[in-house]
């Protein structure tokens, strides 16, 4: 017997088949399917499932949300199992609520974010319950009282940008809030002064209550996690990095540190008479960014290095710093004692080299160690006394 079907039969017979009626479904289970179909798009497209995580796009954030709620409900498994072709719906479910309100307004206040604006598949801006709470605790600031104790650090710290002692980097995520950290927040300086005791939330982060000091003579006592969300948030915001912590002179460079070149100390061994008598406390003192031997490789040509030979005494490698404005301070600071020579060039010109001193080494050491700590902007040479003094 052929294999014919009903349909065939039917037909031969001169019977039209009544077409099956579409099942009818109900508003809620259309938007549960509407919302299912919305997953598996995403699934599609981004061949993973969607996963949850305060990183992720808001959209991956609420079809994960939603993933979860139909996977717990009976009747959403039961309506969407046979549209089911990627097994979403067949994982270990999560531990949800056992009723819910399937609307997009509800999964987005589950997530914690209020939309701004009434078309949810247009969310353009939206801000989340924490980031609403961040801004609202570094609006509300109230005037330092104690900011006289505080007003000299931050000048300090200015100074050191300046001569860059210190730098400033953008906010990273692995960046750590501690006290005695430098930021820059809504273009002011602010000074983490104390941090409380570490708890956790109750989704699980730690955090603490900071007091943080804003350069404008205000403070705002907030948690760790809104300063994190502010500066996050906040695209021109910055760190300060710390002149001991950066560090200038490491000797193990850690993550994210950039070498930036090497101090040099150099002694001439030119035979000009006012060197030759001065030789064991005449020294150059520059910056480069490159090799120190090849820097100096044809010194015995070149003016600056005395059209002679030169030795190098001495090297200081450099992390995360401003070479130029650190030559330039290191030259101010021993100007006083700053060779006055006029010399011919190769070409018989007359020049003047301006970077060599009549310091001592152990003057450009205690230079270094004041580098070190952030202090040198401080002080400068007294040739009588043969040391670094503070600046009147």
Not at 38 to 51: A, C, G, M, Y
Not at 285 to 292: K, R, W
Not at 349 to 360: A, G, I, K, Q
Request: proline residues 4%; negative net charge; aromatic residues 6%.
């Amino acid at each position: 017997m052929s294999d014919i079907s009903d349909e065939d039969l039917l037909a031969a017979l001169g019977v039209e088949a009544a077409p099956a009626k579409p099942v009818a479904r109900s508003a809620r289970d259309e938007r549960i399917i509407a919302g299912f179909e919305d997953i598996q798009k995403f699934v599609d497209e981004h061949r993973r499932w969607p996963t949850h995580g305060d990183e992720k796009d808001i959209f991956e954030r609420l079809y994960a949300v939603r993933l979860d709620r139909l996977r717990s409900q009976d009747d959403c498994r039961t309506l969407l199992l046979p549209l089911d072709r990627q097994g979403l719906l067949t994982s270990d479910q999560s531990t949800v609520p056992t009723t819910w309100d399937d609307s997009d307004e509800a999964l987005l206040d589950a997530l914690g974010i209020e939309p701004e604006t009434d078309d949810l598949t247009e969310l353009k801006h939206v801000r989340s319950s924490t980031e609403k709470q961040a801004a609202e605790e570094i609006a509300k600031r109230e005037k330092c009282v104690d900011f006289a104790k505080f007003k000299d650090l931050f000048e300090q710290v200015q100074r050191e940008i300046d001569t860059g002692l210190r730098v400033t980097r953008p906010f990273g995520i692995k960046a750590e809030i501690q006290p005695g950290r430098f930021f820059i927040l809504g273009g002011q300086k602010a000074y983490v002064a104390e941090m409380g005791e570490m708890f956790k939330q109750d989704y699980g982060d730690t955090d603490a209550r900071l007091r943080l000091i804003f350069d404008n003579g205000t403070e705002s006592n907030l948690l760790m996690r809104s300063l994190q969300r502010a500066l996050t948030k906040d695209e021109a915001s910055r760190r300060i990095t710390d002149p001991t912590a950066g560090p200038l002179f490491a000797n193990n460079a850690e993550e994210g540190d950039e070498e930036s070149g090497t101090i040099y100390v150099l002694r001439s061994l030119s035979d000009h008479p006012k060197v030759a008598e001065n030789r064991d406390i005449l020294h150059k003192v520059g910056v480069t960014g490159g090799s120190v031997e090849k820097r100096v490789a044809n010194a015995k040509v070149e003016a600056t290095f005395l059209l002679a030979d030169v030795e190098i005494v001495t090297t200081y490698k450099l992390m995360n710093i401003n070479r130029t404005k650190l030559e330039n301070l290191i030259h101010r600071v021993f100007d006083p004692a700053r060779l006055d020579i006029e010399i011919m060039d190769r070409f018989g010109n007359p020049v003047t080299p301006r970077e060599w001193f009549l310091v001592p080494i152990f003057v450009i050491d205690d230079a270094v160690e004041k580098i070190k700590d952030g202090t040198i902007a401080k002080f400068t040479y007294d040739p009588k006394q043969a040391k670094l003094v503070l600046r009147a």
